[in-house]
């Protein structure tokens, strides 16, 4: 089973710039579909980014088209998620995850729900 750890995050103004890490163990990487997610204080958490493993497939939500994108490096078992331009709605903690199934260019998985092998989150703070 893979284990993920997410890093990365941190405090940072508005107009700023992160750049996280997630570090898969436990199995390779370029075997599983990963989703970065985010939940704020009071909301559900929402997908922000998802990259497939079969064919390198991105797909962001609109909050976040333009300004976040996510890569990996099958060498260093790792996804990232580049966030540019951050504004204060952006603040959450930041997670994560493996698609349960595999994505077969049809439907981009969005919830949550479709996901396991969650990492413990890393907090995203903009300050405005």
């Known amino acids: 089973e893979v284990r993920l750890v997410e890093s990365g995050g941190g405090l940072v103004q508005a107009g700023g710039s992160l750049r996280l890490s997630c570090v898969a163990s436990?199995?390779?990487?370029?075997?599983?579909?990963v989703g970065w997610f985010r939940q704020a204080p009071g909301k559900e958490r929402e997908v922000v980014s998802f990259i497939s493993g079969r064919d390198g497939t991105t797909f962001y939500p609109d909050s976040v088209k333009g300004r976040f994108t996510i890569s990996s490096d099958d060498a260093k078992n790792t996804v990232y998620l580049q966030m540019n331009a951050l504004q204060s709605e952006d603040t959450a903690v930041y997670y994560c995850a493996t698609h349960r199934l595999a994505y077969l260019g049809l439907v981009i998985p969005t919830h949550p729900d479709e996901y396991d092998n969650w990492g413990q989150g890393t907090q995203v703070t903009v300050s405005s």
């Open positions: 436990g199995s390779a990487f370029d075997a599983y579909d």
